[in-house]
């Protein structure tokens, strides 16, 4: 079973840090997910008989690190979902790119999903779909950059980066050339800010890095 060690926890939420490799949500592999993980941590923490509820309010693809924030009662399910449909949610990831891509940008596409994968379109079929980046660190024909997402269309940073010529490092899908360790990719959802459900106030929760992540990446967030 997959340790929890919660980012953020109270009465409405658990804040975690999802590491690579792990579901979200069970699928047709059968393997572990990080919301049955989640949900076996509550009840042997708290001792809590029969099923446990916990809902999912928005996901991270398997090979993505960072932060998850589940809702421990049904009203703050609601809340945060609601929230969510109106994009007062900020979600910053930070990515590793092959290439140099300008030092800040707007990318604004429209993306249709096909299957397990999707692609930009020019077809009204597409979601619109945007996000902002800027460039943090240019070493070695690699860059950190931060993206700031305006919407959550399926995989839309890994199509959008690809799109413009600098694909995620270890996205062999969406055309990297580059490994990345564990079979993972070079993206990490960096921080979460929400309203709280219940109380209202702005939080924001940071995940760390996994370990597999550069040295030099991992020591600016500490710095």
């Known amino acids: 079973m997959l340790t929890i060690h919660p980012l953020y926890l109270d009465n409405h ?8 490799g792990i579901l979200i949500q069970s699928d047709i592999t059968g393997d572990l997910s990080l919301l049955e993980a989640a949900r076996h941590y509550l009840k042997e923490t708290f001792d ?5 509820f916990l809902g999912m309010v928005h996901r991270l693809d398997r090979p993505v690190s960072g932060v998850v924030v589940f809702a421990k009662t049904s009203k703050a399910a609601s809340r945060l979902s609601d929230q969510f449909r109106k994009k007062t949610v900020e979600k910053k990831y930070w990515a590793l790119v092959e290439g140099k891509p300008p030092k800040s940008g707007v990318l604004s596409n429209r993306i249709v999903r096909e299957g397990v994968n999707s692609r930009i379109t020019n077809e009204t079929i597409g979601k619109e779909a945007d ?83 550069p040295e030099e990446v991992k020591n600016i967030q500490t710095g």
């Open 48 to 52: 809590k008989p029969g099923n446990v």
């Open 13 to 20: 939420l658990l804040v975690v840090c999802k590491p690579a």
């Open 131 to 213: 996000l902002s980046f800027r460039r943090i660190l240019y070493s070695n024909n690699t860059s950190l950059i931060e993206i700031v997402l305006g919407t959550g269309r399926h995989h839309q940073i890994r199509v959008q980066l690809a799109h413009i010529g600098f694909p995620i490092i270890g996205d062999f899908r969406y055309g990297s050339k580059v490994k990345f360790p564990n079979r993972a990719l070079a993206l990490h959802a960096r921080s979460v800010t929400i309203n709280h459900p219940v109380r209202g106030k702005r939080m924001i929760f940071v995940a760390p890095l996994d370990t597999i992540w």
